[in-house]
């Protein structure tokens, strides 16, 4: 099961807009997609905004 298992099956795109490098990665959980920006300046920088991506909002739809 797992990843194997997906319908549609799990897939990383790259965003190789200019701009893009301003932006944090994203994901469309309908479609199994994670989009990742090609132009952070170094691995270190896209780490940062993965976790950063990941982690934000970790609290999902709950009252303020």
Known sequence: AGFAALQPPFEILLDATPSACARLPTAHTCFNQIVLPMSYASAAQLR???LLAVTEGGGG????
């Open 61 to 64: 739809f709950t009252e303020m």
């Open 48 to 50: 940062e905004k993965l």
